[in-house]
């Protein structure tokens, strides 16, 4: 058991009050321990991407399987050049337009630079500044390039609140620099520019919509949009995000959702719902938790991954969440319910 470190800024003050307590974080990172810190979308996990040893940490805390590449963070352009290639314009136009900011860009890595844990042995590293005064005067200070997934404990929603990142991965990790509720909620856009035209690997907090204002079209990566549909047999491989009940997305009416709750109930099982301010009045269920409002998708997204947190300190047996528009950030919101539901879904009574 590590003892985990703990550093809390109020981001209301001079960020400068705090450099001693960010020094004592970046640290640890140059000892090449594992730190977590607030960005603009969710926790990171953050170690030194060029060493082993380091990011082997953040895979033993997360319980991560290692063939899954982690994002490595830079608090300035200039430290792409070490150990990214950028000819690719369109990836200079989409740096220039969104970073900093919650844009993750994959680019051919220039080898022996990095751990080769970082890119889990592919030829190509995301690279992501995130838009935090947090996180950049960490990076800064470390002056290192930081590997950082999200800093959960693999497979439960990402973190919005230090509290997530304790609950997770108190005793696991060196340190938690606490910056309060992080702002988007859903983690970065992950879009590859490998290829001639763009492609969306995870859709995020920037829309394609706005990506292609920069850059003209942007395509999706198939894998996406087959995960729309039930998986054939839902297993564990579309499982992320999850709570510990069992969840499911329920397309239809509201009195048609209203009927699945009843159904439930009726077998002796305690349903969750997981609804907006719009529509909470209308599920009579055992627990009822709103992630904001239907018209203003952000406040969904910033508020979806505590909500779902949330369902596991109740003793609800299952979970029947509202389905969202997939427009903007709305398939940020879907693709996560998709596999926090592990594909499951609802259907209509006819
Ligand atoms: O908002 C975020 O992106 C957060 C914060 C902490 O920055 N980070 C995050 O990291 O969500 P993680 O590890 O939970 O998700 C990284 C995603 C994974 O889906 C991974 O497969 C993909 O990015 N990824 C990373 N490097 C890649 C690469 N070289 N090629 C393709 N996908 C990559
Ligand atoms: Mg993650």
Avoid at 33 to 57: D, H, I, Q, S, W
Avoid at 74 to 87: C, D, G, S, T, Y
Avoid at 141 to 159: E, M, Q, T, V
Avoid at 227 to 243: I, N, Q
Wanted: hydrophobic share 40%; charged share 25%; proline share 6%.
């Amino acid at each position: 058991m590590l003892n985990t470190k703990r550093w809390s800024v109020d981001l209301e003050k001079d960020l400068s009050t705090y450099y001693p307590q960010i020094k004592q974080a970046a640290d640890l990172l140059q000892q090449n321990e594992v730190v977590a810190f607030p960005t603009e979308t969710v926790y990171g996990l953050g170690a030194n991407a060029k060493e082993t040893e380091a990011v082997m940490k953040i895979y033993e805390a997360k319980g991560r399987p290692s063939d899954n590449p982690l994002i490595v963070h830079i608090a300035e352009v200039q430290q792409l050049h070490e150990f990214a290639q950028i000819e690719s314009e369109k990836a200079k136009a989409l740096m220039d337009a969104f970073w900093p900011g919650a844009l993750t860009i994959v680019l051919p890595c220039k080898p022996g630079t990095l751990s080769k844990q970082v890119t889990a042995g592919l030829s190509t590293v995301g690279v992501r500044m995130p838009d935090h005064p947090i996180a950049l005067e960490l990076i800064r200070a470390a002056g290192l390039p930081i590997a950082a997934p999200s800093a959960n404990r693999s497979g439960k929603p990402s973190p919005t609140q230090a509290d997530h990142v304790a609950s997770d991965l108190e005793g696991r990790i060196a340190g938690i620099v606490d910056g309060g509720s992080t702002g988007i909620g859903v983690e970065s856009t992950v879009v590859s520019c490998v290829g001639e035209t763009p492609v969306i690997l995870r859709p995020g907090g920037i829309t394609k919509e706005a990506l292609e204002e920069v850059v003209g079209t942007v395509s999706v990566d198939p894998g996406l949009t087959k995960k729309d549909e039930a998986p054939v047999s839902p297993g564990m491989k579309y499982t992320h995000y999850a709570p510990e009940a069992k969840m499911y997305i329920f397309h239809g009416s509201d009195e048609d959702m209203q009927r699945h709750i009843q159904k439930y109930k009726a077998e002796g099982l305690k349903v969750g719902v997981l609804t907006t301010e719009e529509k909470k009045s209308l599920f009579a269920a055992d627990v009822v938790y709103s992630c904001g409002w239907r018209e203003k998708p952000e406040t969904v997204a910033a508020n979806l991954y505590r909500v779902l947190r949330q369902f596991d300190e109740t003793d609800v047996d299952l979970i029947i969440s509202e389905a969202f528009s997939e427009e903007g950030v709305g398939s940020a919101i879907m693709n996560r319910l998709q596999k926090a539901a592990g594909g499951r879904t609802l259907p209509s009574f006819q």
